[in-house]
């Protein structure tokens, strides 16, 4: 048994859960926020069977998507009668950042 | 040191987190939802030193409790004038589902 | 690669999180709360290769502190006319518990 979690995007959360639900394979989803851009995401915990990490792995490669943010940069100190335009940054944020971990035993109580 | 992931309902999560502080066995404690009933449900972080964890597996066991939830199945496309009534399907809920996974280091800092 | 969990007081989540950011460490909130005190506080994950956990964790030990808080006692059942005056008793709660776990594989998908 693995354990596997994926850090998604809020918008493609819902999709990849009915598509591992859809092949069987039990999610756990909580609210998460990234800590760069301070913006919500969701992370998944997914246990799964050795031998089934590569169908999992692939159904979330195939629901989630890069996508363009934007993170508007913090004000710095303005002097009187000085104007501040802050251009937002644009920022890529990718599909999904996953991590395999082994679980050491797994129980149904 | 051990870290155990404890995925339980909701309404058990209170005298579980009070079973294990009972004991001396700290909790932190997630809000989560399940990926297959999209009901909200609690997950448990709890480290623990090796001989405790059997512990600690006993005390979810007493207080996790299996229960029926109803899943309203989704509406498919109706054509106009049929009628789609649809019957609550019963899904029966486990106690606890427990992931034990291995920790390197673990401090207090 | 490792993977760090680190449950901090809510106070001190923002900076922890903007410190490890400006060290170019990537880091994923959740909300959590403390089975003991039963009050908020916040869990950060981590994902860092081997050779900077010890960056990672020294910058959890510089921004976070440890702080007195307050529990007040659930009152016993009390007979009529008795009085029950609950004393706040004072809980050290402290900086940061941190686990590090081996990652199996990481992924950006
Ligand atoms: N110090 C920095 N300088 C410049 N650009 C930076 C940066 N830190 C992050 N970014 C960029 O901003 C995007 C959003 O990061 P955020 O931390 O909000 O949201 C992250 C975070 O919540 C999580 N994440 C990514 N790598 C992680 C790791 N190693 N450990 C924990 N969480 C991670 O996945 C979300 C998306 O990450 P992704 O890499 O696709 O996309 C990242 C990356 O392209
Ligand atoms: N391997 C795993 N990895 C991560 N999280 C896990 C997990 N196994 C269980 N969980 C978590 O525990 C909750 C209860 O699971 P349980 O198996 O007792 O009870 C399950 C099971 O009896 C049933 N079920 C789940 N997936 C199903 C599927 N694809 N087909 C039919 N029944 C399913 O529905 C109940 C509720 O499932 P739900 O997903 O809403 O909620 C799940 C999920 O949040
Ligand atoms: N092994 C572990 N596994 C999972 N999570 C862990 C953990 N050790 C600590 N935590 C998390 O870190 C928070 C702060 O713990 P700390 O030990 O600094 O500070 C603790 C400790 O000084 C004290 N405490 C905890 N349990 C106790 C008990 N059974 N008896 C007496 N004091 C306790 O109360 C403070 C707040 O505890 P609380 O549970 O509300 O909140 C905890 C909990 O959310």
Same mark, same amino acid.
């Not at 998604?8 to 756990?28: C, F, H, M, N, P």
């Not at 919500?40 to 050795?50: C, F, K, P």
């Given at each position: 048994?693995?354990?596997?979690?994926?850090?998604?995007?809020?918008?493609?959360?819902?999709?990849?859960?009915?598509?591992?639900?859809?092949?069987?394979?039990?999610? *756990?989803?909580?609210?998460?926020? #990234?800590?760069?851009?301070?913006?919500?995401?969701? *992370? /998944? /915990?997914?246990?799964? @069977?050795?031998?089934?990490?590569? +169908?999992?792995?692939? /159904?979330?490669?195939?629901?989630?998507? @890069?996508?363009?943010?934007? +993170?508007?940069?913090?004000?710095?100190?303005?002097?009187? #009668?000085?104007?501040?335009?802050?251009?937002?940054? @644009?920022?890529?944020?990718?599909?999904?950042?996953?991590?395999?971990?082994?679980? @050491?035993?797994?129980?149904?109580?």
């Amino acid at each position: 048994m693995k354990l596997v979690f994926a850090i998604v995007q809020g918008e493609d959360a819902g999709q990849t859960v009915q598509a591992l639900s859809g092949a069987g394979i039990s999610v *756990t989803r909580f609210a998460s926020s #990234g800590g760069f851009l301070q913006q919500g995401n969701a *992370t /998944l /915990l997914i246990g799964v @069977e050795e031998e089934r990490v590569g +169908l999992a792995l692939q /159904l979330i490669r195939e629901n989630c998507r @890069e996508r363009n943010r934007y +993170l508007t940069p913090m004000p710095p100190m303005v002097e009187p #009668g000085e104007m501040f335009m802050p251009y937002p940054v @644009e920022v890529q944020v990718g599909g999904a950042t996953v991590f395999v971990i082994n679980v @050491e035993q797994f129980e149904r109580l």
